[in-house]
């Protein structure tokens, strides 16, 4: 037990715990996933997908089960779930380590090395650690992706059998989580295999067979729910999880579309603070690519997802979770050299002057009058009132930590070198910033309370609306048992006139209704507004909405 609390990895844990139990969920992805789940356990079906009744076939189950069970320990929370997540993540730092082990038996010290500095550097990369506790598929993916390359490591260790199964196991989770994906997380580095093993090299035919075993067993892990939930859903359903969600997504995305140089934009923001603090001479960032079996095993994980990663039209941040810790590893090897450095001082200067304008962000909302530039901005419409009471009820006390994290890096004259802080405070830093989250946005995040005035007008037999696609975004917090109709604006007023008592309710702002409102509620930036129908079929009519700027794809 005394391990376990002097490890760092529990301090780690300790640092973001508090964003596992006060962060609420975030629209829309997270208020979608927990409605999905709420959905099942309504229905108590555990293998049809639903999303406001209708079935849902944008993801796999697994992540859904484990909500489920979640909340079958604990109760209905949200904190309960990232709480889950968060332990995932921890569970990925221990299988990381494990894996690195495994690469470096040959090194003098085993690996420990090695592998201590692989998992602090994926401990402390800042969007790891703004994840780590994330109500989303791809913290559970890299988990999953992990268990399969020690899969890959016992065939590298010529123990067949045990390896086809781990494989498989991995893999089939990670397609019960996130679909076929998976392939490109785990697949290429056996793919790639004879680059860093002996074993493969020797004994390609046998190697690429019980590759080819686990990929069947890894496929039919994930049939044996796809083909009962593609009959239970009718062709439609068969064909969204079969074809649309796997072909579809990878030649031409429905959502997130950008240009293929978009992630190495990203990507040095993404490793913060490594790209500010990892020092070493070029030959070790050169030689590190074939420096040891670990290294090479490191950049066939990471490179060849990452370049095919580029040329999928769909491209998200968090699709390359489950990459970070080959990169990490290759990080490691980096830092193994003789002349590698850690120096922390320019990510501090980085921290203070994010805090610092953290700090100065509350003062300057509230007095944005008597500030040209903000007054301009005010004025053109770029901020709006909302936006200003948010960011102007932000506690100066979250820039002041922030600053001071920055200062402590900057002033102290060892622990910038030291990379277990610098890991830790790139979690510390993940941990501010979503507290920051919490407090200021949350509150108007929640919509507790239109969600209960929807599921009262729907026991009441009242029939309600939503004026655009919803998302789901309220029937876990509502813990509604009637699916929330969808209108739009060329079906909305024959809705309302087949339903005068009805109510009509919509979070987007592009529609421009010149009605008033009965209600108004808070929400992120706008507002929620609920009007009576009648008032809507009395009123004058709105011209063609704006483009669909406020409309947010599925993840």
Not at 2 to 25: G, H, K
Not at 94 to 112: P, Q
Not at 199 to 204: E, F, L, S
Not at 246 to 261: D, I, M, N
Request: with cysteine; hydrophobic share 55%; net charge positive.
């Amino acid at each position: 037990m005394n391990r376990v609390f002097s490890d760092w990895r529990f301090a780690w844990f300790l640092i973001l715990l508090p964003v596992a139990l006060f962060l609420p969920a975030l629209p829309i992805d997270e208020t979608r996933y927990l409605t999905v789940a709420w959905e099942m356990r309504l229905g108590g079906d555990a293998l049809l997908l639903h999303l406001n009744g209708a079935p849902y076939s944008d993801k796999g189950p697994l992540l859904f089960w484990l909500i489920n069970v979640a909340w079958l320990a604990a109760g209905l929370h949200v904190w309960i779930v990232r709480l889950g997540v968060l332990v995932a993540s921890l569970i990925s730092l221990v299988l990381l380590e494990r894996l690195v082990r495994r690469l470096a038996t040959d090194e003098a010290d085993g690996g420990r090395a090695l592998a201590t500095r692989a998992t602090m550097i994926l401990a402390g990369i800042l969007y790891f650690a703004l994840f780590a506790s994330a109500i989303m598929f791809d913290v559970v993916l890299t988990t999953c992706v992990l268990l399969a390359l020690h899969g890959v490591l016992d065939l590298d260790a010529q123990r067949w059998r045990r390896g086809m199964l781990i494989f498989a196991l991995g893999l089939g989770l990670g397609i019960l989580t996130k679909g076929p994906v998976v392939l490109l997380d785990a697949g290429l580095v056996a793919l790639f295999a004879p680059w860093w093993s002996v074993t493969a090299r020797a004994h390609k035919a046998r190697w690429y067979g019980a590759m080819l075993a686990g990929v069947v067993g890894g496929a039919a892990l994930a049939l044996a729910w796809a083909i009962p939930a593609a009959l239970h859903g009718g062709p439609d359903y068969a064909n969204a999880i079969f074809v649309r969600q796997t072909v579809g997504r990878v030649a031409k995305s429905f959502a997130h579309q950008r240009p293929y140089w978009w992630y190495f934009m990203v990507l040095p923001l993404m490793v913060l603070p490594w790209t500010l603090s990892l020092r070493a001479p070029w030959h070790a960032w050169r030689d590190g690519f074939a420096a040891s079996k670990a290294a090479r095993f490191g950049i066939a994980w990471f490179l060849p997802a990452f370049v095919a990663f580029c040329f999928v039209s769909g491209k998200q941040p968090h699709y390359l979770l489950p990459l970070l810790p080959g990169l990490a590893l290759y990080f490691a090897q980096v830092q193994g050299d003789a002349l590698a450095r850690v120096r922390g001082r320019i990510f501090g200067a980085l921290l203070v002057m994010l805090g610092s304008t953290l700090f100065a962000a509350p003062y300057a909302a509230t007095h944005a009058a008597a500030l040209p530039m903000l007054a301009r901005l005010v004025q053109d419409g770029s901020l709006t009132p909302n936006a200003l009471a948010v960011i102007g009820g932000i506690w100066p006390l979250w820039g002041a930590l922030l600053a001071l994290l920055g200062i402590v890096l900057i002033v102290h004259p060892r622990v910038h070198t030291q990379l277990r802080v610098l890991a830790l405070a790139g979690a510390a830093t993940a941990s501010i910033g979503m507290l920051t989250l919490a407090q200021a946005v949350g509150p108007t995040v929640d919509v507790s309370a239109t969600a209960a005035r929807i599921k009262a007008a729907q026991d009441a037999g009242k029939p309600v609306a939503h004026l655009g696609w919803h998302h789901g975004l309220f029937g876990f917090p509502g813990q509604l048992t009637q699916p929330l109709q969808k209108v739009d604006l060329d079906t909305l007023y024959t809705w309302c006139a087949a339903h005068p008592d009805g109510e009509v309710i919509t979070f987007y702002t592009k529609y421009g209704i010149p009605v008033k409102p009965e209600l108004e509620i808070p929400y992120r930036l706008g507002r929620i507004l609920v009007w009576r129908a009648a008032d809507l079929c009395a009123g004058p009519r709105p011209v063609a909405p704006r483009d669909d700027e406020d409309e947010t794809p599925s993840d």
